[in-house]
């Protein structure tokens, strides 16, 4: 069974459109981390954020949020005022204390379009 | 060095020969991973080197697949026998904490087996 999912494969916007990318995840360990992370054209993985399981703060970054829900496993991702450079994919991520949080466990991305 | 470096960034091989992927962690970083992203997927786990302590090899596809640190420091991913369903994009990662705190990742391997 997929630990993270990341149900929209691919979303397009047009600049300035807030957007919204979904990840749910499982998880037995009430000990964990989740990760967002972006993946640009370019090819390389830049960390975005780390959430542990205790603290379902949200958190606000700029135009970059964070809603963690643990009532729905859910840990969404969004981006107000979108940009052009926003355009990449985006990855969300879990790792558990069971493993040691030495592993991770990847969604399949969401590939996010933002058009001019 | 000042982020994670790999070598070569792209690399075409023919179908049955061995290929060699380096990486190069961030200095001092002791936990370095290996993972594997296919066309159009997520990160696939292939191997975890944590100091001097035996590696994780517990996502390694098959026995072609093999990895080694030496000194702590760089490591080398081998794949033996290369075939077709082996191309992707090679990522390494280093972390100087526990994971917890996040890698920091390389631009990867681009390996097309032919």
């Known amino acids: 069974a997929q630990k993270v999912t990341q149900a929209q494969t691919e979303i397009s916007v047009v600049e300035k459109e807030d957007v919204t990318l979904d990840c749910v995840y499982e998880?037995?360990?009430?000990?964990?981390?989740l990760f967002w992370y972006k993946q640009p054209p370019s090819g390389e993985l830049v960390f975005l954020i780390r959430?542990?399981?205790?603290?379902?703060q949200n958190e606000i970054s700029g135009r970059y949020s964070w809603n963690f829900q643990k009532s729905t496993s859910s840990f969404n991702f969004t981006i107000t005022a979108s940009q052009v450079v926003d355009s990449a994919v985006y990855f969300c991520?879990?790792?558990?204390?069971?493993?040691?949080?030495?592993?991770?466990?990847f969604g399949s991305g969401t590939k996010l379009n933002v058009k001019p | 060095g000042a982020g994670v470096s790999q070598s070569p960034s792209n690399k075409v091989t023919e179908k049955g020969k061995d290929v060699e992927l380096r990486c190069d962690p961030i200095?001092?970083?002791?936990?370095l991973y290996w993972y594997r992203q296919s066309l159009g997927q997520g990160l696939e786990f292939l191997i975890y080197?944590?100091?001097?302590?035996?590696?994780?090899k517990s996502g390694l596809p098959s026995d072609r697949f093999s990895a080694e640190r030496t000194g702590g420091s760089v490591s080398t991913l081998t794949i033996q026998r290369t075939q077709q369903e082996d191309s992707a994009v090679y990522l390494c990662?280093?972390?100087?904490?526990?994971?917890?705190?996040?890698?920091?990742f390389g631009s990867g391997t681009r390996l097309t087996v032919v």
């Open positions: 998880t037995r360990d009430t000990t964990y981390y």
């Open positions: 200095s001092g970083h002791t936990a």
């Open positions: 991520a879990l790792s558990e204390a069971n493993r040691g949080f030495n592993k991770f466990y």
């Open positions: 959430r542990n399981s205790f603290d379902e």
């Open positions: 990662a280093s972390s100087s904490h526990t994971p917890n705190y996040g890698y920091t």
């Open positions: 080197f944590q100091g001097n302590s035996a590696p994780d």
